[in-house]
């Protein structure tokens, strides 16, 4: 247990579903943030959120939808996704600058 | 902005020999720079870190990393390895000047420990 939960684990959809992921931090944490992790590709940030407000988008498509409804929760809401969506999705929280990330277990995804 | 190059896609060693992963960073202002480890299937875990202070830094499982700032430097050593160190080891750096840390990370090396 790292402090910060994701789920679910694993996840296989088909390019029409909809789904969500999820974070949660207990950590006391301020930001939170989205990472997406491809097979011999760097980590890519896709979204930050600090005390609830989304303060970075890195360029990501429409169709990947972040939600922070507070500063323990964290959710990404997917739909019409890619094969080449496919991944390893990491949600990671941070307290003060220079303290690193907690990242969480991450979510393998799977887009049938 | 920051940049961070991990020299060494991939680094095989022999059990209990030492190790040495590389790591440049580019930056315009002072960093913090941060080494993690991924182990298969799961997240990833803060091995070690450098703030300020002393350039050489001890983390978890007997790693250790010295900060050069004149090389831009953060190589991370281990003088004697094990197999339950096989594992992808990530660098990071983030600028002091930011609020929200945003890390930038290296593309990874994959240490491979051969009995």
């Known amino acids: 247990e790292t402090g910060v939960t994701q789920t679910p684990r694993h996840l296989v959809m088909g390019m029409t579903n909809k789904k969500s992921l999820k974070c949660e931090q207990h950590l006391g944490h301020n930001a939170m943030y989205w990472y997406k992790q491809s097979a011999k590709k760097p980590l890519e940030l896709m979204f930050v959120y600090n005390f609830k407000e989304q303060t970075e988008n890195n360029s990501v498509p429409s169709r990947f939808s972040p939600e922070c409804p507070n500063s323990s929760h964290l959710f990404l809401h997917l739909h019409t996704l890619q094969p080449e969506d496919s991944a390893l999705y990491l949600c990671?929280?941070?307290?003060?600058?220079?303290?690193?990330?907690?990242f969480g277990s991450g979510t393998r995804l799977t887009v049938v | 902005a920051q940049s961070v190059t991990q020299l060494d896609s991939q680094v095989p060693v022999f059990e209990e020999a030492p190790v040495e992963l590389r790591c440049n960073y580019s930056s315009s202002v002072s960093v913090y720079l941060f080494w993690y480890v991924q182990y298969p299937n799961q997240g990833l875990q803060l091995l070690l870190k450098?703030?300020?202070?002393?350039?050489l830094v001890k983390g978890i499982n007997g790693f250790e990393a010295e900060f050069n700032k004149s090389q831009t430097s953060f190589h991370l050593r281990k003088p004697s390895v094990h197999i339950s160190d096989t594992a992808e080891y990530f660098c990071a750096v983030s600028g002091m000047n930011q609020g929200a840390q945003k890390l930038v990370f290296g593309q990874g090396t994959r240490l491979t420990i051969n009995p």
């Open positions: 990671a929280s941070s307290q003060e600058q220079g303290f690193g990330y907690t």
């Open positions: 450098y703030l300020s202070g002393s350039t």
